[in-house]
């Protein structure tokens, strides 16, 4: 099916690679994005949503990930070396968790309408916006989520119920029972806010769900039927994409799954992973492959800045979108203390930028290319066989690259420095053999080979 009528985010359904990208506005799309995870929730009104939005946009990126909400709490807030002090989180209810006044029971329309706004922003900037649902973060952060419920209403005793629902194939009423158990009231909750976001989203064309962040702490069952359940709820009320994290749900095939637009990725460690996803790329009936968490966060230190960039580039060339959990990017907080790492922020965007703008605008169709590592020297390499060719060197390095598909032709050669963002022409090599280049220039290197007419 495609989805996304009236210029939505889609699956792309043309060519020899339908079903591996997307599509917006008419144009295929290789997601190359940043992620501020619960940064935005958890600042609130001292978040600077306009100009991270603008800072991601100026440099071309196409994707910006957030979380709907995350427990927290003063302590947690104060602890935190991100913030540093007592940040005004903006929930979706009424309440705080410091108060102990959270009200499952009642929205808090600032939150949707601070969420609207950015989307907003974020689609007239061109950016795709991909919101996280479920919080997979009760396992450290218990003691200020909302549903806890010596915190407010909520209705869970323990961390490990969130994913308890009374019952998971079939929706809880529209109106709250006094008399339900806490499965219930937790099912109804988290069914009553999913409906919420949806509505106020509907508007716009630019939105994505990831069901689940990281909930492989969960009882396995559990959390599968859990999430089972929220894409039939989804699917139900939307065509958006949804996004299914499957690395820890093994008992179900998200390829075959008919609610699950992309699949994503959170493999720990940022580089070394094209092979992962050039096998997911392989699999049919395809779906698209989203790196949406590399671990542990880019916290302006570590990882360093290269092997951010070499994660990027592998990822891409394997065929799938990648996202940079950027904890720096809470620093669009200035009263946040990671705020104080605003230049290696910055050199992180630069470098995702390089690297999203090269792909939509440097005559690269990706589209029409799937992984073939088998190649290229460097094990990294988009191609269609014969016409178009992208490889990327981690270090400086001569690259061989298999030509016999091209036959007797020429392809023209072109070098983009992933460091800077510059793009060299050099001298056309001839197909129908292995040619050996080498960068003109040193550290990491993207070669682009195109068919001459």
């Not at 359904?13 to 992620?35: F, I, N």
């Not at 992962?276 to 989203?290: D, E, I, V």
């Not at 690297?355 to 094990?379: I, K, N, Q």
């Not at 003109?440 to 001459?452: K, M, N, Q, S």
Request: glycine fraction near 10%.
């Amino acid at each position: 099916m495609l989805y996304g009528a009236g210029g939505g985010v889609a699956i792309y359904r043309h060519g020899e690679q339908a079903g591996h990208y997307l599509v917006w506005r008419g144009r295929p799309l290789l997601l190359v994005g940043d992620s501020v995870t619960q940064g935005w929730m958890e600042s609130g009104s001292d978040f600077d949503q306009d100009a991270y939005i603008d800072a991601l946009a100026r440099r071309g990126l196409n994707l910006l990930m957030l979380w709907a909400y995350k427990g927290t709490n003063r302590d947690f807030q104060t602890q935190d070396a991100r913030l540093g002090y007592d940040a005004p989180e903006c929930w979706p209810w009424r309440g705080s968790p410091d108060r102990r006044n959270m009200d499952l029971g009642r929205f808090n329309d600032t939150y949707f309408a601070r969420l609207r706004a950015l989307v907003g922003r974020a689609e007239q900037r061109g950016l795709v916006v991909l919101i996280t649902v479920h919080d997979g973060w009760t396992k450290t952060s218990f003691a200020g989520h909302p549903f806890n419920r010596q915190l407010g209403n909520g209705p869970l005793a323990t961390r490990e119920q969130y994913v308890e629902l009374a019952s998971y194939g079939r929706e809880m009423g529209e109106a709250l029972d006094t008399g339900w158990d806490w499965r219930q009231r937790n099912q109804y909750y988290q069914e009553r806010f999913c409906a919420r976001l949806i509505s106020e989203l509907a508007p716009y064309s630019s939105v994505m769900y990831e069901m689940f962040n990281e909930g492989e702490w969960y009882d396995a069952e559990l959390r599968r039927r859990h999430e089972q359940h929220f894409l039939a709820f989804f699917r139900a009320r939307c065509t958006n994409p949804l996004v299914t994290n499957s690395d820890h749900i093994t008992a179900d095939d998200p390829h075959r799954d008919a609610k699950v637009d992309l699949v994503s990725l959170h493999p720990l460690g940022w580089t070394g992973h094209a092979p992962r996803f050039a096998a997911g790329f392989r699999t049919l009936p395809p779906r698209p492959y989203l790196y949406s968490e590399p671990v542990p966060e880019f916290d302006g230190e570590t990882p360093s800045l290269a092997d951010v960039r070499r994660s990027m580039w592998e990822t891409a060339l394997a065929g799938a979108g990648w996202v940079n959990q950027n904890d720096t990017s809470f620093g669009w907080n200035p009263k946040a203390a990671i705020a104080a790492k605003a230049g290696v922020r910055d050199q992180a965007y630069d470098l995702a930028g390089h690297c999203a703008r090269f792909l939509a605008r440097a005559d690269v169709h990706f589209w029409e290319m799937a992984p073939h590592e088998e190649l290229a020297s460097t094990g990294t390499c988009l191609a269609r066989p014969g016409r178009e060719y992208l490889v990327y060197a981690p270090t400086a390095q001569t690259i061989a690259v298999d030509l016999v598909a091209v036959g007797d032709a020429a392809l023209a050669v072109r070098w983009y420095d992933p460091q800077t963002g510059q793009l060299r022409s050099s001298t056309d090599v001839a197909g129908g053999g292995t040619a050996t280049l080498t960068p003109p220039f040193a550290g990491d290197a993207v070669l682009h080979l195109t068919r001459r007419p």
